[in-house]
T-cell receptor
């Protein structure tokens, strides 16, 4: 198992452009999370999926943000009409949901977005 | 709602000294608690976790933490700091794994 994989690692885009990030979770992890982290802050929850269903979205996820997880495997996070305030590290994590206990989230390396 | 508060955004210790990073949680029911470490431009790596059972939990790299319900705390300690411990540390809480709530982080500096 290679862990959670995110692509790209870095993205520089001009304001107003659309960007899409991809996350490949650990295989057989049915929960997948997206977080955003700005400099000097902890990760902030954006949304999470259980299999292909998007179960919760943060108020931080404006209508310019959309996330999908087709077939319950990889996930994409798209930001439309990017703004400078979108510059941040976008972290993906996955977790196996079990009946017995809640386990930790396993994080990818993140995608650093810079909007110029 | 759950939350965690990390006291001290920056902590400096001498190499070989005790490391103590503080975390207090707020939760209406017993939570699951985690400590993660983050190196520059990297994702988060789990150090240790408390789910159920023993309140003193041991993690990787010599770190440990104690869940104290009466104090709503989950402080992270290491007896002897090493230069490689310099990083950002995050405390996190969840109830059922739907959301993980993170603190604002503590930056640990180790002075040679």
């Amino acid at each position: 198992d290679t862990g959670v994989s995110q692509d790209p690692r870095h993205k520089i885009t001009k304001r107003g452009q659309n960007v899409t990030f991809r996350c490949d979770p650990i295989s057989e992890h049915n929960r997948l999370y997206w977080y955003r982290q700005t400099l000097g802050q902890g990760p902030e929850f954006l949304t999470y999926f259980q299999n292909e269903a998007q179960l919760e979205k943060s108020r931080l996820l404006s209508d310019r943000f959309s996330a999908e997880r087709p077939k319950g495997s990889f996930s994409t996070l798209e930001i439309q009409r990017t703004e400078q305030g979108d510059s941040a590290m976008y972290l993906c994590a996955s977790s196996p949901r079990t009946v017995k206990e809640t386990t930790e989230a396993f994080f990818g390396q993140g995608t650093r977005l810079t909007v110029v | 709602a759950q939350s965690v508060t990390q006291l001290g955004s920056h902590v400096s210790v001498s190499e070989g000294a005790l490391v103590l990073l503080r975390c207090n949680y707020s939760s209406s029911v017993p939570p699951y608690l985690f400590w993660y470490v983050q190196y520059p431009n990297q994702g988060l790596q789990l150090l240790l976790k408390y789910t159920t059972g023993a309140t003193l939990v041991k993690g990787i790299n010599g770190f440990e933490a104690e869940f104290k319900k009466s104090e709503t705390s989950f402080h992270l300690t290491k007896p002897s700091a090493h230069m490689s411990d310099a990083a950002e540390y995050f405390c996190a809480v969840t109830l059922v794994g739907d959301q993980f709530y993170f603190g604002t982080g503590t930056s640990l500096t180790v002075i040679p």
